[in-house]
């Protein structure tokens, strides 16, 4: 079956930090046949959560001009 996928890039952006972190998992053998799905959302919860943090930390250009800066 197709999909057909539109992110937003923010959504890209997470995703692309999940697929690095998921991709680590493999590579260190962590992830078995049986669990890879809970890996993948581990993953992504991570992603999510290191945007989060990022976000919080960092003024973006669009920031500082909609403060009039």
Do not use: C
């Not at 996928?5 to 992830?31: C, D, N, W």
């Amino acid at each position: 079956m197709k999909k057909n996928l539109k992110m937003q890039p923010t959504e890209t952006a997470v995703f692309h930090a999940a697929s690095r972190i998921y991709s680590a998992y493999i590579v260190s053998g962590q992830v078995g046949d049986q669990e890879a799905n809970a890996w993948m959302k581990r993953a992504i919860a991570e992603a999510i959560k290191m945007a989060d943090a990022t976000d919080q930390l960092v003024v973006s250009d669009d920031e500082i001009d909609s403060l009039g800066f």
